[in-house]
């Protein structure tokens, strides 16, 4: 018989998680991996851990119990911050400064940073590269900052609802680029309340309610198991059958 060879790690993990906040238990011992790439869509209500699991990962706030890593290290550690990058949901820059001046700047934290003309054709900001900031559109604003999360190279991409408040042109936009890292290999874990974004970019799903994963599948998976024809029916029949189990 053939020998196997070994078994990749995961890109991220979340093994066995718990955070407590005062008598508060924000995760409630969840596990979670993001393999190589692969983008693993985060849902849930508002409340439900999602942001907290996605500090964890980021390092911002450690975890009760259990064991966070990307890449095998602490999440807290250099060697994490060095193969991550981060677009959250609440982020400011200087309005001030140019496209070009963020992402030179943001690219001299890094040990190996994309060329500066590979980071702009990724996230389409050609074109724009000398505008500020702050004379930016929204949708363009989102585009720069994709490009603040991607322009140290990273292996693992972590977008906190990344699309919130665009319009369908620019959200569809965002969607390419975040299609075209995970086909040059990145990974990615993505939060977010539209499902139908989840629908169209994930591998896999994972819904999250009260603190626990209530469920975790593909796409297809995840309708078969509310047994609905669309992800937002199916959805809410797992937000109903997990909440009811808390009650028993």
Partial sequence: MPVAGPVAQPVAELRGITKNYGAIAALRGIHLTIEPGE??????????????????LLGLTPATSGRAAIFGHHPASREARLRRGAQLQVAKVPETLRVREHIELFSSYYENPLPFAETIAAAGLKGIENRLFGDLSGGQRQRVLFALAICGNPGLLLLD??????????????WTRIREYVARGGSVLLTTHYLDEADALANRIAVINQGRIAAEGTPAEIKERGAAAGLEDAFLAIMKESSLQEVA
């Fill in 39 to 56: 983008l693993v869509a985060l849902l849930g209500p508002n409340g439900a851990g999602k942001t907290t699991a996605v500090r964890i």
């Fill in 161 to 174: 609802e990344p699309t919130v408040g665009l319009d369908v042109e620019a959200r569809r936009g965002l």
